[in-house]
């Protein structure tokens, strides 16, 4: 605002020359956003190692934070399991200009956090007491803490708000379905009869061999189920930090959790059982589930876990498939961001 004295006309002009330029209420807000200062994580730009306690001892994982907002803090679960956090680069594109804070966070074990090789620690309720610690180290609480996950991400994001909901303002669950036994049966009965039969007869003659390591069974499975289930993007095509993520992918806790095989759970995987379908009314916090079209789960089943949950919402990605994030960002990211910002301003839940 510019200043007025009590001067002549000459001087006035003359201070009007050199005021510094406005700053807009929207710059100030950037500003803000994108400002280090003040922060504990000023000097490494976001990232902290954050110290965990677990039944072998303590390690340290790896998170980077993103932006400001005391209302909006999103913690990102990644896949796998084993998988690392570069899979949710696409965020970027698309989160810092709704004012929404996040953080990437490699759970322990993958590439960027410390990676112990003592095969119990790959255990579901492990790495929920896993996310409460780094909750408490990031200062995420009840009045600003979404939970975002996909995938293994989504398995676990369910299991934490089970036992630890109230620390939650909204949990989003993307691309998963609550019953490992329902995925393998929609994997067998629905998915597997769209291959090419005599692709499906090659592949299933690997699985029973369980020759999983077969170059000729990993060609199919990439070249006939991944574009069309996992990611509908050509090979060839994929973005960088896909293809980072697969190649920091750590196969014992891939292995350990969910098998060997790339065409379902199979063997002794811990997670083979996993089914929460009968827990889902436990959740009353507001609660966005993610499906897509042409994924490896039933988006119906994702469909019904909306409105099997309190205060469920649905969104749909018609185009999509497993990495929705990556193949049909139109849907994906309007909605997303739709739900986080009616659950920050009280719109959803609607309680009147």
């Not at 970027?92 to 993958?110: A, V």
């Not at 309720?125 to 180290?137: G, P, T, Y």
């Not at 196969?251 to 098998?259: A, F």
Request: charged fraction near 25%; proline fraction near 6%; aromatic fraction near 12%.
């Amino acid at each position: 605002m510019r200043l007025i004295f009590s001067l002549t006309v000459v001087l006035i002009i003359g201070l009007s020359c050199n005021n510094p330029k406005e700053t807009s209420v929207e710059e100030t807000t950037t500003i803000d956003y994108w400002s280090y200062e003040g922060r504990d994580d000023q000097a490494t730009g976001g990232i902290k190692m954050i110290p965990i306690t677990t039944p072998k001892g303590d390690f340290k994982v790896w998170t980077k934070r993103v932006g400001n907002n005391p209302t909006i803090k999103v913690l990102l679960l990644h896949g796998g399991p084993g998988m690392t956090h570069e899979i949710y680069e696409s965020f970027d594109g698309y989160f810092p200009q709704e004012g929404i804070e996040y953080y990437y966070y490699d759970q322990l074990g993958s590439y960027y956090s410390d990676q112990p090789d003592d095969l119990s620690l790959w255990d579901t309720a492990r790495f929920v007491e896993e996310v409460e610690q780094v909750r408490k180290a990031l200062g995420l609480n009840s009045d600003n803490f979404y939970l975002f996950g996909q995938s293994w991400g989504g398995i676990l994001a369910m299991e934490y708000a089970l036992k630890y909901q109230q620390n939650l303002k909204g949990l989003i669950i993307s691309n998963m379905v609550p019953s490992i036994p329902d995925y393998m049966k929609y994997n067998e009965e629905v998915l597997a009869p769209q291959l090419p039969e005599e692709v499906l007869v090659t592949i299933m003659k690997y699985e029973e061999a369980e020759d999983y390591g077969n170059e000729e069974y990993l060609g199919l499975i990439v070249e006939h189920y991944y574009p069309k289930h996992v990611i509908r993007i050509p090979m060839e095509q994929w973005p960088n930090s896909i293809n980072r993520g697969f190649n920091h992918l750590n196969p014992d806790v891939y292995i350990t959790m969910q098998g060997p095989s790339e065409f379902g759970i199979k063997g002794d995987a811990t997670l083979k059982d996993w089914d929460v379908k009968d827990r889902l009314k436990e959740i009353t916090v507001p609660t966005l589930s993610i499906g897509a079209q042409f994924d490896t789960m039933d988006p119906k089943q994702m469909e019904w876990v909306a409105n099997e949950v309190m205060n469920g919402r649905y969104l749909h990605c018609p185009n999509g498939s497993h990495l929705s994030q990556y193949d049909d960002q139109e849907h994906f990211f309007p909605g997303l961001v739709s739900f986080i910002k009616d659950v920050d301003a009280g719109r959803f839940p609607n309680t009147q």
